[in-house]
C-alpha cells in the first residue's frame, strides 16, 4: 500500500506563486506515476502534471503549460508542483496520485483512473 500527503496549498493573489509537496510512503516500488489533479465543486477530478518516477517522461495540461512545472526528489519520495502566474481559475482543491502504468500516453497520464493511490487534497485559493 501507498500512502500520499500532499502540503503547500494556501491563498494567494492572481499573479503569485505555490509550491505543492507530495510525500510518498510505503511500498514506493508499486508506482511508476505520480501526477497532480485539481477539482472544484461540482466538477470532475482534471489532471495537471503528471511524471515518472524515473527519466524525464513529463505531461502538462493545455491550461497550466508554461506555468507549472513538476518536479520530484527520489531521496525524499516526494514529487513536487510549481504553480507560478496562478490565476483565480486555479483555485481547486489539489490531489497528488501515484499508479503503474506500463504504456502511457498523454490521455491516460491527465486520466484519473490510471492512478490506484490518492493523497486526501490540499486547497488552493486565487483571490
Known amino acids: 500500500h501507498v500512502q500520499l500527503v500532499e502540503s503547500g496549498g494556501g491563498s494567494v493573489q492572481a499573479g503569485g506563486s505555490l509550491r505543492l509537496s507530495c510525500a510518498a510512503s510505503?511500498?514506493?516500488?508499486?508506482?511508476?506515476?505520480m501526477a497532480w489533479f485539481h477539482q472544484v465543486p461540482g466538477k470532475e477530478r482534471e489532471g495537471v502534471a503528471v511524471?515518472?518516477?524515473?527519466?524525464?517522461?513529463?505531461y502538462y495540461a493545455d491550461s497550466v503549460k508554461g506555468r507549472v512545472t513538476i518536479s520530484r526528489d527520489n531521496t525524499k519520495n516526494t514529487v513536487y508542483l510549481q504553480m507560478n502566474s496562478l490565476k483565480p481559475e486555479d483555485t481547486a482543491l489539489y490531489y497528488c496520485?501515484?499508479?503503474?502504468?506500463?504504456?502511457?500516453?498523454?490521455?491516460?497520464?491527465?486520466?484519473?483512473?490510471?492512478?490506484?493511490?490518492w493523497g486526501q487534497g490540499t486547497q488552493v485559493t486565487v483571490s
Open positions: 496520485a501515484a499508479g503503474w502504468v506500463t504504456v502511457m500516453t498523454y490521455s491516460r497520464a491527465l486520466d484519473s483512473r490510471s492512478y490506484e493511490y
Open positions: 510505503g511500498d514506493t516500488s508499486s508506482y511508476n506515476y
Open positions: 511524471a515518472r518516477t524515473t527519466g524525464d517522461d513529463t
